[in-house]
T-cell receptor
Framework: DGGITQSPKYLFRKEGQNVTLSCEQN?????MYWYRQDPGQGLRLIYY???????QKGDIAEGYSVSREKKESFPLTVTSAQKNPTAFYLC??????????FGAGTRLSVL | SQKIEQNSEALNIQEGKTATLTCNYT??????LQWYRQDPGRGPVFLLL?????KEKRKERLKVTFDTTLKQSLFHITASQPADSATYLC?????????FGKGTRLSVIA
């Protein structure tokens, strides 16, 4: 089953806690992205990576961190510095013609 | 400043009618423009792509136009069905990364 796998589907964070969202792909795509989506809002870019061991900040990177040690994996850590983390998080890869392929998302809530 | 706007936050239409969604942009020179569909609680799914030198693209009941003079793309769903109800996002491809509009939530009423 090819595609992008995000886990977990639901995640709860306690105050002061760091949490990590997983994103794995088997599409053999070089570029991977993390977006945040709030209710009724569009997609806001957090971080992206065009190649292993390299990544760039997006529009709202503060309070988040990423790593790209393997082509298949691009985990996102929501740190305690992110004061309003409740949102729907989407991971994506880019194929030919810059078409984006999205995972099913992780919904993060604060306890 | 650069902007991409989808003019309607929500659009309600009767089943069987044609739905028309608008995407306008400012201060971009996109090589092409894409349209995605997003269902509640799911990730967006790619629908159609149109290049800057193409006026129109069709796929089954979907039609996209691209006017680089007006800086506008129109997305049409003909013979709309309740199953077409979703949020539709446009995205510009100028450089990396893509730039997405906020989306238009379409409701097709039976």
């Amino acid at each position: 089953d090819g595609g992008i796998t995000q886990s977990p589907k639901y995640l709860f964070r306690k105050e002061g806690q760091n949490v990590t969202l997983s994103c794995e792909q088997n599409l053999n795509h070089d570029a991977m992205y993390w977006y945040r989506q709030d209710p009724g809002q569009g997609l806001r870019l957090i971080y992206y990576s065009q190649i292993v061991n390299d990544f760039q900040k997006g529009d709202i990177a503060e309070g988040y961190s990423v790593s790209r040690e393997k082509k298949e994996s691009f985990p996102l850590t929501v740190t305690s510095a992110q004061k309003n983390p409740t949102a729907f998080y989407l991971c994506a890869t880019t194929g030919t013609k810059n078409i984006q392929y999205f995972g099913a998302g992780t919904r993060l809530s604060v306890l | 400043s650069q902007k991409i706007e989808q003019n309607s936050e929500a659009l309600n239409i009767q089943e069987g009618k044609t739905a028309t969604l608008t995407c306008n942009y400012t201060n971009y020179s996109p090589a092409y423009l894409q349209w995605y569909r997003q269902d509640p609680g799911r990730g967006p799914v790619f629908l159609l792509l149109i290049r800057e030198n193409e006026k129109e693209k069709r796929k089954e009941r979907l039609k996209v136009t691209f006017d680089t003079t007006l800086k506008q793309s129109l997305f049409h769903i003909t013979a709309s069905q309740p199953a077409d109800s979703a949020t539709y996002l446009c995205a510009l491809v100028e450089n990396t990364p893509l730039v997405f509009g906020k989306g238009t939530r379409l409701s097709v009423i039976a």
